[in-house]
């Protein structure tokens, strides 16, 4: 997946993508920010309010051999904010950097 003039010193590091899902396989930011954060070594956390979109977003990381899990939650929740960092520190017990990354977007 990477070599070491690659990690761009994010290797080992811990990422929290809140909005890190995208429809089908189409790629938003967030997604984007996973997949290139994952690339680099880094071990994500996928949210989004779509559990099975932040599913899909983890199945395309683990497929290039990056380290992803998914979680479901909503980050205008404060209590869901709360469970998706909680939800990192417990699966990888760090949390580096932080991408809220929520949106909807629309053509005119």
């Known amino acids: 997946m990477q070599g070491p003039e690659d990690d ?3 290797a080992g590091k811990v990422a ?3 909005g890190g899902g995208a429809a089908g396989d ?3 930011n967030g997604r984007a920010a996973a997949i290139l954060l994952a690339r680099a070594g880094a071990k994500v956390l996928v ?8 599913e899909r977003t983890v199945e395309m990381i ?3 051999g990056g380290t992803a899990a998914a979680h479901g939650g909503d980050v205008t929740s404060e209590a869901d904010c709360k469970t ?3 939800a990192t520190l417990d699966r990888w017990g760090r949390l580096d950097f932080l ?3 929520v949106g909807i977007g629309s053509r005119g």
């Not at 949210?47 to 932040?54: E, H, I, P, S, Y």
Request: charged share 25%.
């Open 8 to 10: 761009a010193g994010l």
């Open 16 to 18: 929290l993508i809140s």
């Open 26 to 28: 189409g790629i938003g």
């Open 47 to 54: 949210a989004d309010r779509d559990l099975k979109l932040a």
């Open 62 to 64: 683990t497929a290039e």
């Open 84 to 86: 998706l960092v909680e």
């Open 99 to 101: 991408d809220n990354n």
